[in-house]
């Protein structure tokens, strides 16, 4: 199975300007329409941790996930939600080896 998922946890205060800084983001990228983006992404919050949260991540691949680091844009961003977070981001850097779909 083809795909690559990272998986950014981070501890924040300010959830409403970090979901604004991914909206943002989000859009800038897809006005732009050139290199490798996510195919997929979702932020969860951590019931049991209040300000915890996990942003999930998907790619086609592992090398387009590492070309969409390298663009100066995700820097921008990456330095962004840095300022937003309450400590260091851990990343998980995950090949898809399976996907179940349930209906």
């Given at each position: 199975?083809?795909?690559?998922?990272?998986?950014?946890?981070?501890?924040?205060?300010?959830?409403?300007?970090?979901?604004?800084?991914?909206?943002d983001y989000r859009a800038k990228r897809e006005a732009?329409?050139?290199g490798p983006a996510p195919t997929h992404a979702t932020t969860c919050a951590d019931r049991d941790e209040p300000g915890r949260y996990f942003s999930i991540v998907e790619f086609a691949s592992y090398d387009e996930a590492m070309e969409n680091s390298q663009r100066?844009?995700?820097?921008?961003?990456?330095?962004?939600?840095?300022?937003?977070?309450?400590?260091?981001?851990?990343?998980?850097?995950?090949?898809?080896?399976?996907?179940?779909?349930?209906?």
């Open positions: 199975m083809a795909g690559f998922v990272q998986i950014i946890e981070y501890r924040t205060s300010k959830p409403d300007e970090v979901a604004a800084l991914m909206a732009a329409g050139d100066a844009d995700t820097g921008e961003f990456a330095a962004k939600m840095m300022e937003l977070c309450d400590g260091p981001t851990t990343f998980y850097n995950l090949d898809k080896v399976d996907e179940l779909e349930y209906h």
